[in-house]
C-alpha cells in the first residue's frame, strides 16, 4: 500500500510563498512520475506541476513562473513550492502518484489566500 502525506499548507496574505511537502515512507518516488494537484471551492481537481523521475517539469500555465516541483530523492519527498501567491490559488492541494495502474492520492493541505 502506498502511503503519501502532504503537509506545509496554511493561511497566508496575497504576495507570500508557501512549500508544500509530499512523503511516502517507501523509496518510491525516484523511479516515478508524480503530480500535484489542487481543488479549490466548487472547483474540480486540476494538476498544477509534474515532474518525472528523470526531473522534468512541466506546469499548468496558470502557476508557471511562480509555482516549481523539486524532489528530494534520498528524503523521499517531492516539494511545491509556490511563490507569489494569489487568492485564486486558494484550494486543498494534493500530491498523486500511479503505479500499476492504481491512483494514489494524499489527504491534501489546504492552502488559503486572502488579498
Known amino acids: 500500500q502506498v502511503q503519501l502525506v502532504e503537509s506545509g499548507g496554511g493561511a497566508v496574505q496575497a504576495g507570500g510563498s508557501l512549500r508544500l511537502s509530499c512523503v511516502s515512507p517507501g523509496s518510491i518516488f525516484k523511479d516515478y512520475f508524480i503530480g500535484w494537484y489542487r481543488q479549490g471551492p466548487g472547483m474540480q481537481r486540476e494538476l498544477v506541476a509534474t515532474i518525472t523521475y528523470s526531473g522534468h517539469a512541466n506546469y499548468l500555465d496558470a502557476v508557471k513562473g511562480r509555482f516549481t516541483i523539486p524532489r528530494d530523492n534520498a528524503k523521499n519527498t517531492v516539494y511545491l513550492q509556490i511563490d507569489h501567491l494569489k487568492p485564486e490559488d486558494t484550494a486543498v492541494y494534493y500530491c498523486?502518484?500511479?503505479?500499476?495502474?492504481?491512483?494514489?492520492w494524499g489527504h491534501g493541505t489546504q492552502v488559503t489566500v486572502s488579498s
Open positions: 498523486h502518484i500511479k503505479m500499476s495502474d492504481v491512483d494514489y
